[in-house]
């Protein structure tokens, strides 16, 4: 392909949807950017055309597109020369379905797109789609093999193999994520056994998508996954997930910890916001809590585990090697909030150990950061 920037510094975004007033609302939102420059396309065949000339270094791509849908295009894409894709999707539940198997495929994440009033509602969300943008185009992709030479789907969503039981322990487990976050919380999550500590998380995702995501990773598997409602308990053998666009935090009453979920103003740009999460946990529980932050561009979560680590609890961050994007836990560890910085394999079994038995962060060696 030819030259991926066409102007020093810029990011280049290849718009690619069949709605012209998608494609003009987002090409006037992102070429406001200094950093980025703009073309579109109203169908994948044109996009191709377009990527001869000029590579982009982020796609932002509609799922529902004449003459090629966009999932086909992407799996293309990332089977052929993987680049940084962000879906901007309906959200019915065809959309939703078909937007979370996009993720699957390599997608960065997801923008949502309604049936009505799109115009607005892209220009009240202009925050969130650039920094999105700016997420993908720091992305680390892996070429992905084209769905027809798979020995089955990635997607098929299969259960996880029954994970080895462990001895239970009392601690609770509070995870942050972003970009990337997807994959790397289905492979925690399908580590652990029935008896595992109670867990929250908070992914960055839009509403409804995180229902959708919560329902997938339940059928897969062995502990219970929900989206967090207001007033569910914190035990061993399920996580709670927070709902898009609602902040949850935890409390303590007596000897039990649940969730509370509110409607409060963005927190470090994020409603969920992984310090709302992570500063509540150190509050209600104190070293009786392990905080993990994985993926994700950005600062969210890096104050909020600082909390957490002077309240005594453990701290993990996900190594920059297994990050799709290294920005959080990078910060988070620029902070002085991490104890152990761990490759994404190596986490689940931290999570399931009783006590302290990884050498801390000054015990190791000198990280690239």
Do not use: W
């Not at 293309?76 to 999707?89: H, K, L, N, Q, Y």
């Not at 600062?299 to 297994?322: C, F, K, P, R, V």
């Amino acid at each position: 392909m030819a030259s991926t920037r066409n102007e020093e510094g810029s990011i280049q975004v290849l718009v690619v949807d069949d709605s012209a007033v998608v494609r003009q609302v987002l090409e006037s939102i992102l070429s406001q950017e200094p950093d980025m420059s703009v073309q579109v396309a109203s169908d994948p065949l044109i996009a191709q055309q377009k990527m001869q000339r000029v590579r982009p270094d982020v796609i932002v791509l509609d799922l529902e597109m004449p003459r090629m849908d966009g999932l086909t295009f992407l799996q293309r894409i990332m089977a052929e020369d993987p680049i940084p894709t962000v879906i901007c999707s309906g959200v019915a539940v065809r959309g939703t379905e078909a937007a979370l198997r996009a993720l699957d495929e390599g997608a960065i994440g997801i923008v949502t797109k309604p049936k009505l009033g799109i115009r607005s509602f892209l220009y009240e969300s202009a925050l969130i789609l650039t920094d999105m943008v700016r997420s993908a185009a720091r992305a680390k992709l892996r070429s992905r093999p084209h769905p027809l030479e798979r020995p089955q789907s990635f997607s098929a969503l299969q259960p996880c193999a029954p994970p080895r039981s462990v001895p239970p322990t009392k601690r609770m487990v509070a995870i942050g994520a972003s970009t990337g976050g997807t994959e790397a919380l289905t492979e925690i999550l399908c580590a652990m056994p029935v008896n595992c500590p109670g867990i929250a998380v908070v992914q960055h995702m839009p509403e409804v998508f995180t229902a959708a995501f919560a329902q997938r990773l339940n059928r897969i598997c062995q502990i219970e996954v929900k989206e967090a409602e207001g007033g569910d308990r914190i035990v061993s053998g399920r996580a709670l997930i927070a709902p898009g666009n609602r902040h949850m935090s935890v409390r303590r009453h007596g000897v039990q910890s649940f969730v509370e979920i509110d409607d409060g103003p963005l927190v470090s740009r994020h409603r969920p916001s992984v310090d709302v999460l992570f500063r509540s946990v150190a509050r209600a529980e104190g070293p009786a809590a392990l905080g993990i932050i994985l993926t994700g561009m950005g600062n969210d979560g890096a104050q909020g585990l600082l909390e957490m680590h002077n309240a005594g609890a453990e701290t993990i961050a996900q190594d920059e090697a297994s990050c799709v994007v290294f920005g959080m836990p990078k910060e988070a560890i620029a902070r002085g909030a991490v104890d152990n910085i761990l490759p994404l394999r190596e986490i689940p079994g931290k999570v399931l150990m009783p006590s302290r038995q990884v050498p801390s962060v000054a015990a190791m060696p000198p990280h690239r950061c």
